[in-house]
């Protein structure tokens, strides 16, 4: 049986659900997460910096760091990152590297407004219970002119990709956290793609929040995104789009 919408906390119960299951399943995250992308999460955040092109250095943040991957890679390339994220128990399990991370919740960052050159999240959007507000806060904190790169899951088009894809995301992964980690948090987070807005919508939630020339990057045949975009100096009002897909409560 696929993971589906029964995996999945309802709107209301989301926040403290995925922060508890993300506090369980922490012990084990990096060596889960090496095991079922075959070690290419690497690149992908490899990628991902090199999508912002910044000259080093400059401030960045990691939104969402888990255990703090993407801000140390940041910091290796010369960067001033500090990671954010709600976990106590992932922060606990980060070897920080001399970078800061910091407790808080995403849609309320204690930075100031406009001091970040550059924001990034690494498969944290479907994780958020506010997408729309973590959007509005990344861009108060990000300085106009300045760069965003969010990487996240996406689903190949071709069919026997799609077909591929699914087995072993739908299948395969739940089964290795189980037998590592957490069952349940295994099928939630296959299930949580449901949670991810189209890339159009994503794309109108960044302009109403005042990004402009959004790019989207296929990697892995389609199996992983990089979103990119640029801060613009006008101050809009924000739009919320619809974030969730049919059929999730």
Not at 107 to 122: F, N
Not at 173 to 184: F, N, Q, T
Not at 225 to 239: E, N
Request: charged share 20%.
């Amino acid at each position: 049986m696929e993971p589906g919408a029964s995996d999945l906390p309802n709107a209301s119960e989301k926040r403290a659900r995925v922060r508890e299951m993300f506090d369980t399943i922490a012990p084990r995250y990096d060596l889960v997460n090496r095991l079922m992308t075959f070690g290419l999460d690497t690149r992908w955040r490899q990628r991902t910096i090199d999508l912002l092109g910044l000259t080093a250095p400059s401030h960045v943040v990691d939104v969402g760091c888990g255990t703090g991957d993407l801000a140390r890679a940041l910091a290796r390339h010369g960067h001033r990152s500090v990671g954010i994220d709600l976990s106590i128990g992932m922060l606990r399990q980060a070897d920080p590297g001399g970078v800061p991370l910091v407790l808080s919740d995403a849609a309320m960052m204690p930075l100031a407004d406009r001091t970040m050159d550059a924001a990034v999240s690494g498969f944290a959007l479907r994780n958020f219970s506010e997408l729309v507000a973590v959007i509005v806060e990344i861009a108060r904190v990000v300085k106009p002119g300045g760069r965003i790169a969010l990487l996240e899951v996406a689903q190949p088009e071709g069919r026997l990709l799609k077909t591929g894809y699914k087995l072993w995301f739908n299948h395969a992964v739940p089964k290795i956290g189980g037998w590592l980690s957490d069952r349940a948090a295994y099928r939630y987070l296959p299930a949580s793609v449901a949670y991810l807005p189209r890339y159009s919508d994503l794309a109108g939630m960044l302009s109403d929040a005042g990004f402009v020339g959004m790019r989207r990057d296929l990697l892995t045949g389609g199996a992983v995104q990089i979103i990119t975009a640029t801060r613009s100096g006008t101050t809009r009002t924000v739009v919320t789009h619809v974030a969730l897909a049919e059929g999730i409560p």
